[in-house]
C-alpha cells in the first residue's frame, strides 16, 4: 500500500506544489501578456511591491517571474529587487525584426499549405476589418488587427517549432519603442498587403505566400527604419 505524504491540513505536499507552481505560471503569464500589450515604455521600472499588488501574488513569486522573465529576455534585473522594461538599440531592433521576417515568411508558406475553410474566413474577415479603421484615430484599433492576422497566419500554419521561434522573438517590444506615435493614420499599403498574403494563401500558393509576408515585413521595417534614422 502506498502511502500520501500530507500537510497537517489534510492537503497532499504535491497539490500545494502544483498550487504555487500554477501561481507563478499564471503570474509569469499575465506579467508577459502586459509588457507584451505595451503597457509599459521601453525602460519603465518595474518594482516588487507594485507587481505583488498588481497580480496578487507574494513577492518569491514576484521574483521568481521577473527572473524568468530577464533570462528570456523581456525585462533587465537590477540589484535593488526591481527590473526595467527592455530597450533596444537600432542594430538589437533590425536584427529581431529582420528575423521575424525570415520566420514568418516560413508560417506563411505552411499556412498556404494546411489553412482550411475556417482560417481563411477568419482572416477575410480581419482584412475587412481593417478597412474600416484607415480613418484620423484609428490606429490603435488597426495594429490590434494586424496582430489578430498575423496570430491567424501562424494558427493556419499548425507548425509548432516555427510558432514557437516566432513567440520567443521580441518584436512587439520593439515595435512599441519604435512606432511612430504621432501618425494619425496606419501605413497605406499595409492592408493591401495582408491581401496580398491572404490571396496567397486562399490559392494554396506557399512560395507566393512567403514572398508576400517577406515584402510586407520588410515594408513595416523599413517604414520603422525611418523613425530609427530620425532618433
Given at each position: 500500500m502506498t502511502s500520501v505524504e500530507s500537510t497537517?491540513?489534510?492537503?497532499?505536499?504535491?497539490?500545494?506544489?502544483?498550487?504555487?507552481?500554477?501561481?507563478?505560471?499564471?503570474?509569469?503569464?499575465?506579467?508577459?501578456?502586459?509588457?507584451?500589450?505595451?503597457?509599459?515604455?521601453p525602460g519603465s521600472r518595474l518594482t516588487e511591491s507594485e507587481l505583488t499588488t498588481q497580480l496578487g501574488v507574494s513577492r518569491g513569486t514576484i521574483r521568481s517571474?521577473?527572473?524568468?522573465?530577464?533570462?528570456?529576455?523581456?525585462?533587465?534585473?537590477?540589484?535593488?529587487?526591481?527590473?526595467?522594461?527592455?530597450?533596444?538599440?537600432?542594430?538589437?531592433?533590425?536584427?529581431?525584426?529582420?528575423?521575424?521576417?525570415?520566420?514568418?515568411?516560413?508560417?506563411?508558406?505552411?499556412?498556404?499549405?494546411?489553412?482550411?475553410?475556417?482560417?481563411?474566413?477568419?482572416?477575410?474577415?480581419?482584412?475587412?476589418?481593417?478597412?474600416?479603421?484607415?480613418?484620423?484615430?484609428?490606429?490603435?484599433?488597426?495594429?490590434?488587427?494586424n496582430r489578430e492576422f498575423h496570430a491567424q497566419v501562424k494558427h493556419a500554419a499548425r507548425q509548432v517549432t516555427l510558432a514557437r521561434?516566432?513567440?520567443s522573438l521580441l518584436h512587439p517590444l520593439v515595435l512599441r519603442q519604435y512606432r511612430n506615435e504621432?501618425?494619425?493614420?496606419?501605413?497605406?499599403?499595409?492592408?493591401?498587403?495582408?491581401?496580398?498574403?491572404?490571396a496567397a494563401i486562399v490559392t494554396h500558393n506557399p512560395e507566393a505566400a512567403a514572398a508576400t509576408m517577406r515584402h510586407h515585413l520588410s515594408s513595416a521595417r523599413r517604414a520603422l527604419q525611418l523613425n530609427f534614422d530620425a532618433q
Open positions: 497537517s491540513s489534510g492537503t497532499s505536499v504535491d497539490g500545494v506544489a502544483d498550487a504555487g507552481a500554477t501561481r507563478t505560471e499564471q503570474a509569469y503569464t499575465d506579467l508577459r501578456a502586459i509588457i507584451l500589450s505595451g503597457h509599459y515604455e517571474v521577473l527572473a524568468r522573465l530577464a533570462q528570456e529576455g523581456y525585462v533587465s534585473t537590477e540589484a535593488n529587487r526591481s527590473a526595467r522594461t527592455r530597450s533596444f538599440t537600432v542594430d538589437e531592433a533590425i536584427e529581431i525584426l529582420e528575423t521575424r521576417a525570415v520566420l514568418e515568411s516560413a508560417l506563411a508558406a505552411k499556412a498556404a499549405e494546411r489553412a482550411t475553410d475556417e482560417d481563411i474566413a477568419a482572416m477575410t474577415k480581419t482584412c475587412r476589418q481593417m478597412w474600416d479603421w484607415q480613418v484620423p484615430g484609428g490606429r490603435q484599433e488597426y495594429w490590434k488587427l521561434f516566432v513567440d504621432e501618425l494619425e493614420l496606419p501605413r497605406v499599403d499595409s492592408v493591401r498587403e495582408h491581401e496580398a498574403i491572404l
